[in-house]
């Protein structure tokens, strides 16, 4: 068939978990996105929640299976030589919803075409296709050599374990138990001291409470650095779980930053500034606390904005005081702490 040829490539991306205004748990995952032409494929379809099927948290013989499957090692797994290319990211059932994508060989080149959403085991093209994604070729030498280096690498599975630092016991245990909830592994310690350097390469962050002095900080960083471990350091804005949640999965995202789809938060004089690099749906929610200490949240936007920059006005009673505000995509999460007295910046 005629396809004009694409680049292929994979990169490190991740599904935002955290926790919502509801009370409702997201899950964190971690995965491989497809880039195609410069480009991860996923934002190239409709704003979606969703992750491929290279998955990092699930048992490397399946990952192993994926990787095999979509260099046609083994039969498709539905019909018509179709493949799932982005699933649910909660669950692998079908029935939620999936894009999947017909995977076929012609000589040496692999070639994706027939992109659908499919929620059962026939794909309905005149009615689900994505018709204006593909038919994409790529050379088979580049294709194979992409999907081959993740088995070479062992998968390279992130660190997805923070250390939580603070004065605040209570506080740190309710921390700890909403990142486990949501697939973060999570430990509570006064520091690093004596920590042998094995245990510390398992962290891929620390989270500092707002009571701990610079010196402990600075003694945490000598024992990261001592045992040759990069770790992001988190300084936590106020007592508030889902805000530090938040904080800690913009630390834990190890996606390209040119391939990010939320790129800017600003939030200053009741308004946000937002930055996005494709159309997609942006939850902005606003954190503060009252004059008992009690946690006051407030979604004060949800909406679909299209590429660019956006302003965004909040409500007043929302950002009143030490407030905060969390962005939120399916794949990002940006956290600013409310500026009183200077513009968020525009649209251009």
């Known amino acids: 068939m005629s396809a004009e040829y694409a680049t292929f490539g994979l990169a490190p991306a991740m599904r935002a978990g955290g926790v919502l205004v509801n009370g409702d748990y997201q899950v964190h995952r971690d995965f491989v996105d497809f880039i195609v032409d410069g480009r991860p494929l996923l934002f190239q379809l409709s704003d979606l929640d969703a992750v491929s099927p290279l998955a990092s948290d699930v048992p490397p013989s399946i990952f192993t299976a994926q990787v095999r ?6 039969d498709a797994p ?22 999947t994508a017909v995977i076929e060989k012609e000589g040496a080149d692999y070639i994706w075409r ?22 994409f070729r790529f050379h088979g030498a580049d294709y194979r050599a992409a999907l081959d280096s993740l088995l070479s690498s062992g998968t390279a599975s992130p660190r997805r374990r923070v250390l939580l630092i603070g004065a605040r016991v209570a506080l740190l245990a309710k921390l700890a138990a909403a990142l486990r909830a949501i697939g973060i592994g999570a430990d509570i310690a006064h520091d690093a001291d004596g920590v042998p350097a094995d245990e510390l390469r398992g962290y891929g962050a620390v989270a500092f409470g707002r009571a701990i002095g610079e010196a402990e ?77 009690r946690t006051q949240a407030q979604e004060v936007f949800d909406g679909v904005l299209e590429a660019g920059r956006h302003r965004i006005p909040l409500d007043a009673r929302a950002v009143k005081g030490e407030a905060f505000v969390v962005a939120r995509t399916s794949g990002s999460v940006l956290v600013e702490a409310m500026a009183h007295g200077r513009a968020a910046g525009g649209s251009r």
């Open 69 to 74: 499957s979509l260099l046609l090692e083994t």
């Open 217 to 293: 900080r600075a003694s945490v960083r000598r024992a990261f650095d001592r045992a040759g471990v990069d770790v992001t350091y988190v300084n936590g804005l106020a007592p508030i779980v889902p805000l530090l949640v938040a904080q800690i999965e913009h630390a834990l995202d190890r996606s390209p930053e040119d391939q990010r789809r939320l790129t800017r938060l600003v939030a200053a004089d009741g308004e946000a500034g937002v930055e996005v690099t494709s159309p997609c749906r942006v939850r902005l929610t606003a954190y503060r606390l009252d004059r008992f200490f």
């Open 78 to 99: 539905l019909p018509g030589g179709r493949y799932v290319i982005y699933g649910c990211p909660e669950c692998e059932d079908l029935a939620c919803g999936a894009v």
């Open 114 to 135: 027939d992109f659908a959403w499919q929620t059962d085991e026939q794909a309905d093209l005149e009615l689900n296709g994505y018709h204006g994604i593909g038919p």
